[in-house]
């Protein structure tokens, strides 16, 4: 079947840190990934994306390669701010069908 | 242009009421998608609607739960009656295209059912 799995949070980071948040995904077929952010109170925003391996989404300081080697979609950051705290979820749809597999979400808290 | 929106913000009801959410997509957005968030898990999907037609709706996790789309536009979500394991974020998202196109979300509904 087709599954998100990301790190545990939360995460608490000083700011100016370097941020790593790892997904991994299981994919039928050739899937598309996406990393989606939550700001409190606010809906769920696209944060970058990569249709096909090797491809580096990057959006707002945040990077993400597609591996297909390794199922992986890994979130960086070299220096993260207050702002940055939010809720982040990986995310995967294979095309052929039309939903996103979510993984649970990785809440990260920067501090001054 | 205006974003996914969707009404109400929070909602907390008891057990066995009724509780209908609604769902505006990005004008011109053919495809839209139901999700949910139960208990700090994975966002799941419930359905997916194009224009007015349930095209997959494999998700739902029950009878109790109707979505409609009359008129290809606005969407609703209806819970009938409402148990305590309903309670979580409804999310509503919008594509123009299917397949790998990105889904736009909506800020979700909280729901708490007592």
């Known amino acids: 079947g087709n599954s998100v799995t990301q790190m545990e949070g939360p995460v608490t980071l000083s700011e100016e840190a370097f941020l790593t948040i790892n997904c991994t995904y299981t994919?039928?077929?050739?899937?598309?990934l996406f990393w989606y952010v939550q700001y409190p109170g606010e809906g769920l925003q696209l944060l970058l994306k990569a249709t096909k391996a090797d491809d580096k989404g990057s959006n707002k300081g945040f990077e993400a390669t597609y591996r297909k080697e390794t199922t992986s979609f890994h979130l960086e950051k070299g220096s993260v701010q207050v702002s940055d705290s939010a809720v982040y979820f990986c995310a995967l749809t294979r095309g052929t069908g039309n939903q996103f597999y979510f993984g649970t979400g990785t809440s990260l808290t920067v501090i001054p | 242009e205006a974003g996914v929106t969707q009404f109400p913000s929070h909602s907390v009801i008891e057990k066995g009421q009724t509780v209908t959410l609604r769902c505006d997509p990005i004008?011109?957005?053919?495809?839209l998608y139901w999700y949910r968030r139960v208990m700090g898990k994975e966002i799941k999907f419930l359905l997916h609607f194009v224009k007015e037609s349930k095209q997959d709706e494999s998700g739902m996790p029950n009878n109790r739960f109707l979505a409609e789309r009359t008129g290809g536009t606005y969407s609703t979500l209806k819970v009938q009656p409402a148990e305590l394991e309903d309670s979580g974020v409804y999310f509503c998202?919008?594509?123009?295209?299917?397949?790998?196109?990105?889904?736009?979300f909506g800020p979700g509904t909280r729901l708490l059912v007592l």
């Open positions: 004008s011109g957005h053919d495809n």
């Open positions: 998202a919008s594509s123009q295209r299917v397949g790998r196109e990105t889904q736009y």
């Open positions: 994919a039928t077929g050739y899937p598309s």
